[in-house]
């Protein structure tokens, strides 16, 4: 019995939605529709496609395989809605990009100007999320683009069904308080407290290399998140901070910080992650995407 491709969609959801309520939520339907949905999937491909336990639904291996189908047909349904946008008056569309703070401040926000002047049929949806919620919406088909950061000295590439794209490369930085003694070696930093980020951010990625590099722990005090929050905490003289470039652009109004370039404290690397398929995306994620690495290029980084 051939497979309905519309009932790819509800197993993609309880996937998506970790059960089969969630999932009905999501699509608006009733968990009932949603169980006889699966069930005839299950009919038609002779496999069980969830796992059903106390703790909820997991794909089976056959599920697995249905699932990265469901999101390739997906992916190529998203590209050609953008291929067909694109057969009128030059490139056309609506494209929502998923970014965290510095990089809306210093990159997605100032090609906002450029792309209108060059592709002014193209519209930009900006919305702030954290590199998690970004990624599971862009899975999730809400979002065509985002912007995640890495610690580039670690290796992280893009799950199956995605493609990343290279927009910057920035130096890492050591913030201390301005009556600090500076470090003049990369040594040094052992005797040093650190004002910690969040655990799985990049700062902290590259807090742990450093750590690694140094053969020794690192000292911290205090989680952030927010890199303005950071700041105030080592103003506060609480510690110094490892921080990206990018982050620093209003501490030379701050006579209570001072920044150190120090060799050997690495990069952080901005990269702009969209639903890939066979072909390349379409013209108008093109455009966003190729509007975005001029801003990048043109930046001066502190």
Known sequence: MPTDPRRLSFLLAVHRAGGVLAAADLLHVTPSAVSQQIARLEAEEGYPVLDRGPRGVTLTPAGRVLAEAAERIEAELVEARQAIAALGDGVAGRVGIGAFQTAIRAVVAPALAPLADRFPRVVLDVREHE?????RL???????LVVLERDSEMANPAPKGS?????LDEPWR??????????????????????ASEAGTASDRALQRLAKTLGTPIATRHSTYDFDTTLALVAAGQG???????????????????????????????????????????????????????????????
């Open 131 to 135: 590199p998690a919620e970004s990624v």
């Open 138 to 144: 862009l899975r999730a088909g809400d979002l065509d």
């Open 163 to 167: 493609r990343d794209v290279p927009l």
């Open 174 to 195: 050591l913030v201390i308080p301005s009556g600090t003694t500076p470090p003049e070696h990369l040594g040094d930093l052992a005797n040093l407290t650190f004002v």
């Open 240 to 302: 110094v901070a490892l921080l990206p470039a990018l982050a620093l652009d209003q501490v030379a109004q701050n006579d209570q910080l001072r920044v150190i370039r120090l060799p050997g404290l690495g990069e952080r690397q901005l990269v702009i992650r969209h639903r890939a398929s066979r072909h390349e995306p379409g013209p108008v994620v093109r455009a966003v995407i190729e509007v975005m690495m001029e801003v990048a290029a043109r930046l001066e980084l502190a």
